[in-house]
Every structure is written in C-alpha cells, then in structure tokens.
C-alpha cells in the first residue's frame, strides 16, 4: 500500500480501527459520534432560494406558494411549513370535481394560507435531508366558503404538493457521517440526527 492510498483511505481506517475498538468493549459507534441539530433558520436558508413556487394543476387551477414558515411537531416526529398562497381556480374544475357551483369560483384569482406537515427521509445519494409525504392540514382561501376549502384540501393532497418534497432541507456535508446517519428525530429545537452503527 503507498503513501498516497493509505492516506486517502484513512478516514476509512480509522473507522476500521473505531469499530474493533467497539466491538472488544461492547459500545456502539453512535456512542462515538456526536448528534447534530438541524434548526428551522438552516431548513428556511436552504428551501427560501425555491420560493415564491409556482405550480400547475391540470384542470383545477395553478398555484402560488410563498414566505415559508418552519415549526417543529415533536410529538408527530414531523415538520409544518406555513405558506402563504395565492390561486386561479380553472373553469374545468366544476366537470373533474362534479360539483357545478364550483364554476362560480373559476377564472378569478384568492389569497390565503396553508399548513402543511410533512415527515423526513434521508437520500445518502445526494447527503440530503427531505420533507416525507407532505399532508396539507389547513387551507383558508379569502372568498372562498370554508366547504370548497375542504373539497379544495382533498384534491390538492391527492395531487401533492411537489415543492415540499423535491428539494433538501438541509445537505450533509460529504464526510464519514454523512454515510452512518441512523436516526433523525424531530425535537423542540430542530431535527436531531443520530450518527452510528449500532
């Protein structure tokens, strides 16, 4: 083995060597690594360059998200965006739905907001961290009677809201680490990630 192929494997030692060390003591490796908080300042950093979103439903209308707004569910172990939207109710929307009235709604433009909850995944791809199955909780559209907001909250669940869950909200830096992370658990202070082979 040369100088330089061992020096650029030793990180990859070092790990070898941790893990007998561990394994003749009976301790874990996650004891070894320290955990790391993602807060909701470094998630809104990393997703604000995507926004204001635009999205396009085909035969419903298009949508405006913007100004996202990060908070913690701890005892859901998830993460809520609140988004401020804006959106154009298309005319098709009465025949998909089968609700006539809803043709009143179309061709005119409502403001309002959303909370949407999601839960994470972890791509060791990319070392990114993203929001999971995003679930929208509320919806409030001004001019709109809150039973079209109900039916409006079905649809636009069954067609996703795909902003959320396209980008990271935080990427790990290309270490070690980044190929252990084991657990990530959403706490009051941000999302707490455990490294560590166990």
């Known amino acids: 083995m040369n100088r330089r192929h061992l020096i650029k494997h030793l990180p990859l030692l070092a790990l070898a060597q941790a ?21 909701t300042d470094m998630m809104l950093r990393q997703m ?9 439903f085909q035969g419903i209308g298009s949508l405006s998200a913007s100004d996202p707004q990060f908070s913690l569910v701890p005892e ?3 993460v809520r965006i609140g988004l401020n939207l804006q959106t154009a109710l298309s005319s098709g929307l009465s025949s998909l739905t089968g609700i006539p009235s809803l ?9 309002g907001s959303s909370q949407v ?7 060791s791809k990319t070392r990114g961290i993203y929001l999971n ?9 001004s001019g709109i009677p809150q039973h079209y907001t109900d039916q409006a909250k079905s649809l636009m669940n069954a067609f996703g809201p795909s902003i959320l869950d396209r980008y990271p909200v935080h990427t790990l830096e290309p270490s070690l680490a980044s190929r252990v992370l084991q657990k990530m ?5 941000g999302i707490a990630l455990g490294f560590g082979i166990v």
């Open 48 to 56: 604000l360059p995507h926004f204001p979103f635009r999205q396009d």
């Open 185 to 189: 658990t959403v706490t009051n202070k």
């Open 19 to 39: 893990l007998k060390s561990c394994a003749g003591s009976g301790m874990g490796l996650g004891k070894l690594l320290p955990h790391y908080l993602v807060t």
């Open 103 to 111: 043709g009143a709604l179309a061709g005119q433009n409502y403001s």
């Open 117 to 123: 909850a999601c839960g994470l995944r972890y791509d």
């Open 76 to 78: 859901q172990n998830k």
């Open 133 to 141: 199955e995003p679930v929208l909780e509320n919806l409030s559209l």
